[in-house]
């Protein structure tokens, strides 16, 4: 009997555990990936901002500069680079020349701003892509790390499991306890039952509990007194 009400609670607490960790690695996930794609869509617009009058007043070199004071201000930005409305590369940050791959990442004269998350060598990067001028005169590029927030986002589940397992732990726990409560006094009922063909005379079974359970203990007392 113990097991019988053991095994049930033990199991709906486990699924309930497990559900909750899920639900928790996946809303923590998503949180820190979403905060990410803030960022990054912050620094691609100011970056289109700040390239306006570069672009119309034809001024590569200051272009230049601004682009490469990006990433040293910014330790998580991979690249930014600024293209024409022709789709030429008017300044960017690749000291190797620019790979030619990223110009397919995102539909062709876009006006609307969009993000891109790319799988590299050098990890995972969320490429985000912001019309200047709503595209009439050109793009603004960045490319930023998500290595660091994934680094994070794994430490922070990691933590999160440990606890949401020792929680799960002391439930499965409480469970056997409550189970044994509550299938203890029926068990030394039913035991004290078989005795009844006995000449001897039947102990009186303890009755503490005011529920329902104690009540049947205490009429059985009664009736074998």
């Given at each position: 009997?113990?097991?019988?009400?053991?095994?049930p609670?033990?199991?709906?607490?486990?699924?309930?555990?497990?559900?909750?960790?899920?639900?928790?690695?996946?809303?923590?996930?998503?949180?820190l990936m979403?905060?990410?794609?803030?960022?990054?869509?912050?620094?691609?617009?100011?970056?289109?901002?700040?390239?306006t009058?570069?672009?119309?007043?034809?001024?590569?070199?200051?272009?230049?500069?601004?682009?490469?004071?990006?990433?040293?201000?910014?330790?998580?930005?991979?690249?930014?680079?600024v293209?024409?409305?022709?789709?030429?590369?008017?300044?960017?940050?690749?000291?190797?020349?620019?790979?030619?791959?990223?110009?397919?990442?995102?539909?062709?004269?876009?006006?609307?701003?969009?993000?891109q998350?790319?799988?590299?060598?050098?990890?995972?990067?969320?490429?985000?892509?912001?019309?200047?001028?709503?595209?009439?005169?050109g793009?603004?590029?960045?490319?930023l790390?998500?290595?660091?927030?994934r680094?994070?986002?794994?430490?922070?589940?990691?933590?999160?499991?440990?606890?949401?397992?020792?929680?799960?732990?002391?439930?499965l726990?409480?469970?056997?306890?409550?189970?044994?409560l509550?299938?203890?006094?029926?068990?030394?009922?039913?035991?004290?039952?078989?005795?009844?063909?006995?000449?001897?005379?039947?102990?009186?079974?303890p009755?503490?509990?005011?529920?329902?359970?104690?009540?049947l203990i205490?009429?059985?007392?009664?009736?074998?007194?």
């Amino acid at each position: 009997l113990r097991w019988k009400f053991a095994i049930p609670i033990s199991m709906i607490v486990l699924s309930m555990g497990i559900v909750m960790l899920l639900l928790v690695r996946t809303y923590v996930f998503d949180q820190l990936m979403h905060e990410v794609e803030k960022r990054g869509v912050y620094i691609a617009r100011m970056l289109a901002e700040r390239s306006t009058p570069h672009i119309l007043y034809e001024d590569g070199f200051a272009l230049q500069a601004l682009i490469d004071s990006f990433p040293e201000a910014d330790a998580d930005i991979a690249y930014a680079f600024v293209l024409g409305n022709d789709g030429s590369v008017l300044a960017h940050t690749f000291t190797g020349g620019f790979p030619v791959a990223l110009m397919d990442v995102h539909p062709p004269l876009m006006k609307t701003l969009h993000t891109q998350r790319l799988q590299t060598d050098g990890g995972y990067l969320l490429d985000v892509a912001a019309p200047i001028l709503e595209g009439h005169i050109g793009i603004a590029r960045v490319g930023l790390y998500e290595t660091g927030v994934r680094t994070t986002a794994i430490k922070s589940i990691r933590m999160l499991t440990l606890l949401l397992t020792l929680a799960l732990i002391v439930g499965l726990l409480a469970s056997l306890v409550l189970a044994n409560l509550i299938t203890r006094p029926v068990s030394g009922l039913i035991q004290t039952m078989q005795m009844t063909d006995l000449e001897s005379k039947l102990p009186e079974l303890p009755a503490h509990n005011g529920d329902e359970i104690g009540y049947l203990i205490r009429q059985f007392n009664e009736m074998v007194g």
